[in-house]
């Protein structure tokens, strides 16, 4: 069934951006999916950081971003400071350095706060697009294009697939969990 398909579709990339979004939380642990967000005033123009930088991790705990034109160097250095990071880069001249502090435990929990939020959020979208399938179906069984039998069972089977994509979302939002709360 073809509204099934598209179905499936959207609930996939609703997992996909939670999982995008949740990568964004750090732990404590340098990775380069933390700056992938920041856009940087670039030629003009808001650009993702890593289409003007070479983004490495070197430690740990640090994120080198080496810019391929310097004059944008500064530009990064003041998006990663007004980012939601909540860090202090530092500008050597060459590359903008990022070193990330340990995280308190207060910390930790704030972070899987907004986890969580974040996780219910997809599960609102995974509801809201149920509730426009289902109010499809609703409008085929009124016109008589299916029937009675026929709208029960494609209720049943949308429930089932809004049941596994909120599983899978429970599962990415306990192993962030875990990986937060983990020292």
């Known amino acids: 069934m073809e509204e099934?398909?598209?179905?499936?579709?959207?609930?996939?990339?609703?997992?996909?951006?939670?999982?995008e979004e949740l990568a964004s939380l750090h732990t404590g642990r340098a990775s380069v999916s933390l700056v992938n967000g920041i856009e940087v005033e670039a030629y003009g123009t808001k650009v993702p950081i890593k289409q003007v930088a070479n983004i490495s991790v070197s430690g740990s705990k640090t994120i080198n971003i080496q810019?391929?034109?310097?004059?944008?160097?500064?530009?990064?250095?003041k998006s990663i400071r007004e980012s939601d990071l909540n860090v202090s880069p530092i500008n050597n001249g060459e590359m903008v350095i990022i070193n990330l502090p340990d995280l308190t435990e207060e910390r930790r929990k704030e972070f899987v706060r907004v986890a969580k939020e974040k996780a219910e959020e997809a599960k609102v979208t995974v509801r809201n697009h149920r509730h426009n399938l289902m109010e499809g179906f609703k409008k085929l069984k009124s016109d008589g294009s299916i029937s009675e039998d026929e709208f029960f069972n494609r209720d049943k089977e949308v429930q089932r697939i809004v049941d596994e994509y909120n599983k899978k979302i429970d599962n990415i939002f306990n192993a962030k969990e875990k990986e937060l709360l983990e020292v």
């Open 67 to 77: 810019p391929w034109d310097k004059s944008n160097l500064s530009m990064i250095e």
């Open 4 to 19: 099934l398909e598209t179905f499936k579709k959207d609930l996939e990339k609703a997992v996909s951006f939670l999982e």
